[in-house]
């Protein structure tokens, strides 16, 4: 299956599930009345994971987003929040979205047709490690060749993903912060 976000198409196997969650009618019509209730883009289960995944393709546009890769919100205009903060915000408000569309399955058809992820996130493989949430902060650009604290990419990213961990603790989940040149082939494709 394919999904186009931002620029780019995530190509998955034909054994996973996939959504463009922020596209879906519960979220739309019901759970984004919510202030800042907010959710990432892509879903994504099999019988291995389910993969939460953010997109951020901010090729050409990195001036005016680096200082979203400071993490906490340390350079962030008053009321904005840096990828880090953003990320572990939109987890935590699609983890919610998803237990109310399954808590209204019955009286909601569009809640229904989250039903199948939400039924994914909740398997007793996960508390046990047989299956893995994987936390994915797709991050395009190329940041850390000017500014003031010039840091590399690779260092952004990292410190990216420490505090998207951090935030997340409380979640048995793994993050990782890629881009088109570093994301793992075994999950999805990117083009």
Not at 142 to 149: A, I, V
Not at 152 to 159: A, G, V
Not at 173 to 185: A, G, H, I, L, W
Request: with cysteine.
């Amino acid at each position: 299956m394919e999904i186009k976000e931002s620029d780019l198409t995530f190509t998955f196997d034909d054994k996973t599930n996939v959504i463009k969650f922020d596209d879906t009618n519960f979220y739309r019509k019901s759970f984004n009345k919510l202030p800042g209730g907010k959710g990432v883009d892509i879903i994504a289960d099999n019988a291995d994971c389910l993969q939460l995944i953010e997109i951020k393709n901010c090729i050409g546009h990195e001036a005016e987003n680096v200082w979203r890769t400071s993490t906490n919100n340390g350079r962030a205009p008053k009321g904005e929040d840096s990828f880090d903060n953003e990320v572990a915000k939109k987890v935590a408000a699609t983890i919610a979205c998803l237990y109310g569309a399954w808590s209204r399955q019955n009286s909601s058809e569009s809640a229904q047709k989250l039903n199948s992820i939400w039924t994914g996130a909740c398997q007793t493989k996960i508390p046990s490690e047989k299956k893995r949430i994987f936390i994915v902060l797709f991050l395009e650009g190329y940041f850390g060749t000017s500014g003031p604290e010039s840091r590399s990419k690779k260092t952004i990213m990292k410190q990216l993903q420490d505090s998207i961990e951090s935030k997340l603790s409380w979640l048995n989940c793994r993050v990782s912060v890629v881009d088109s040149t570093t994301y793992s082939k075994k999950l999805f494709d990117v083009k």
